[in-house]
């Protein structure tokens, strides 16, 4: 699942090429190729109907990002959500329709990763914003912007940790879970928003914390640097455009690289690489999550 960084690629990406271009037309089938029919999103047919009537003919004014929720804002008081769950990500370029299948001439664009758009923007530039989602788990509806404090996708999710999070207020939202596991309690996204599988597995190696430590046992020194790793770790991977282990892509098609600095997430049974430890990377459910730590240096 695309977390923080990636999200932040995304959003990186659609503030190149997006603002100031209106949004022409809309196409989906997510209502035709989903079974979860929730009413509030365009998986809905009638709420996919809303949609397009309230988008089309907007322009776009910036995207942000809110945890792992893009938000695009329009110029008519209303903000696009797009959380990406799974498999989701969006494409920009050219694309052309063939009955309802979508099909580029970019190389990167046409990735097998890149191949199962359920839902397109035409754009006043001739170019389209395609969401490609193999699982199809996306979450895509619209909100209008002013109403932003109500919506509960938002509101209930805890600081950022790059932006908002000091050492004081991470150690205060890790203690609101004091009987959590460390791991659970990082990935929840009330505490702090944006984390996910990856980047809880590889903050906790580099900490050398194990993932299912109680969060009222760890020691303030501990705690200090789970916070230092978060935002050294987080950088690291928005600087290297993302994790392309699985299926995220950047808007233009292309994968990112921190896939390739991994020291526990999927290494499982690999020699452990923090200098001077002998110990191996295992694997272990933690909380219904698959975790990846050392054996050795990551302690309770
Ligand atoms: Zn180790």
């Known amino acids: 699942m695309p977390e923080l960084p990636e999200v932040t690629t995304t959003v990186m990406g659609l503030n190149e090429v997006l603002p100031n271009l209106t949004i022409t037309d809309v196409w989906s089938d997510y209502f035709l ?3 979860n029919k929730q009413t509030d999103t365009i998986k809905n047919k009638k709420y996919f109907e809303y949609f397009t009537r309230c988008v089309v003919g907007s322009t776009v004014l910036t995207t942000e990002r809110r945890g792992k929720n893009i938000l695009i804002r329009l110029d008519n008081n209303h903000t696009i959500l797009i959380h990406m769950k799974m498999t989701g990500h969006l494409l920009y370029g050219k694309y052309r329709q063939n009955l309802n299948v979508w099909k580029s001439d970019d190389p990167f664009l046409s990735d097998p990763f890149n191949q199962f758009i359920h839902l397109v923007f035409t754009l006043s530039n001739g170019a389209h914003l395609a969401f490609s989602d193999m699982r ?7 909100f209008e912007t002013n109403t932003q404090d109500t919506i509960s996708d938002l509101s209930l999710l805890g600081p950022e940790p790059l932006e908002q999070t000091s050492p004081q207020l991470f150690t205060r939202q890790l203690q609101k879970k004091p009987n959590g596991k460390i791991k659970t309690v990082l990935m929840d996204q009330g505490v702090v928003a944006g984390i996910g599988n990856i980047y809880s597995d590889e903050i906790l190696w ?3 914390v194990h993932p299912e430590t109680v969060v009222k046992n760890i020691s303030k020194e501990n705690i200090l640097k789970i916070f230092t790793a978060m935002k050294k770790i987080l950088q690291q991977s928005i600087q290297m455009g993302g994790d392309s282990m699985s299926d995220y892509r950047n808007i233009y098609g292309k994968r990112g690289e921190f896939q390739h600095s991994h020291k526990a997430y999927r290494q499982t049974g690999k020699p452990c690489l923090k200098k001077g430890c002998s110990g191996t990377i295992v694997r272990k459910v933690i909380g219904g999550r698959s975790a990846h730590f050392c054996d050795t ?3 309770v």
Request: charged residues 25%; positive net charge; proline residues 0%.
């Open 33 to 35: 190729r989903t079974k």
């Open 136 to 142: 199809k788990f996306a979450k895509v509806t619209l």
């Open 206 to 208: 580099s900490a050398g």
């Open 297 to 299: 240096h990551q302690t």
